[in-house]
């Protein structure tokens, strides 16, 4: 079945420095992909949705110049924290359709810890 | 090895009948479990979640049963309509991080 690797599975990171995460599509090339957020005990929340070789579309009260997201190919999505604070620390997960986008796949998420 | 399954990768169900979508999880550790629905050209969507410490959670035609003991949880949806085909994913939850099946499509037939 179709894989979504996202690395790293986890990081931590001094508070201001910038911090990016990678979500690739292993075996089928993802014309879109999905960012979102965990908090604890709480449901995603979807911070933004790319589509290969255009701009991410926002969710409101998502930062775009501090989550910066970059989908530049079929295969990779990038979200970078930027000047990362500690209220950044949460898990990322991201999620990649293909052309048909009847179905998603999910990376394994990755914990970020801002010190 | 699938901490989270959902051994159905299909599921056809009468427009008005119940359905119900089944997910096994392996570790027992894990105290948060959500719903989530995907219809396509969208990302998935949170649907209904249940804490490990209660056994049914209901909001509205969707309801969400927990058996502990099994490691198993199912989402009901009554009476199903034209509007739930879609593919629902079950992921469990343990502090801040989440797990999720590979999910089953749900076609509702009129």
């Known amino acids: 079945g179709a894989v979504v690797s996202q690395h790293p599975s986890w990081v931590i990171c001094k508070s201001g420095t910038s911090v990016k995460i990678e979500c690739r599509s292993l075996?089928?090339?993802?014309?879109?992909m999905f960012w979102y957020r965990q908090f604890p005990k709480q449901s995603l929340m979807l911070m933004a949705t790319?589509?290969?070789?255009?701009?991410?579309?926002?969710e409101q009260g998502v930062e775009k110049d501090k989550f910066l997201i970059n989908h530049a190919s079929l295969t990779l999505s990038t979200l970078t924290v930027t000047s990362a604070h500690p209220e950044d620390s949460s898990f990322y997960i991201c999620?990649?359709?293909?052309?048909?986008?009847?179905?998603?796949?999910f990376g394994q998420g990755t914990r970020l810890t801002v010190v | 090895d699938q901490q989270v399954k959902q051994n159905s990768p299909s599921l056809s169900v009468q427009e008005g009948r119940i359905s119900i979508l089944n997910c096994d999880y392996t570790?027992?550790?894990?105290?948060?479990f959500l719903w989530y629905k995907k219809y396509p050209a969208e990302g998935p969507t949170f649907l209904i979640s249940?804490?490990?410490?209660?056994d049914k959670n209901e909001d509205g035609r969707f309801t969400v049963f927990l058996n502990k003991s099994a490691k198993h949880l199912s989402l009901h949806i009554v009476p199903s309509q034209p509007g739930d085909s879609a593919v629902y994913f079950c992921a469990a939850s343990l502090d801040d991080k989440i797990i999720f099946g590979k999910g089953t499509r749900l076609h509702i037939l009129p």
């Open positions: 075996d089928f090339q993802a014309t879109t």
């Open positions: 249940i804490s490990s410490i209660k």
């Open positions: 999620s990649a359709t293909d052309s048909f986008n009847t179905e998603a796949f």
């Open positions: 790319s589509n290969e070789g255009s701009k991410a579309t926002y």
């Open positions: 570790n027992s550790m894990f105290d948060y």
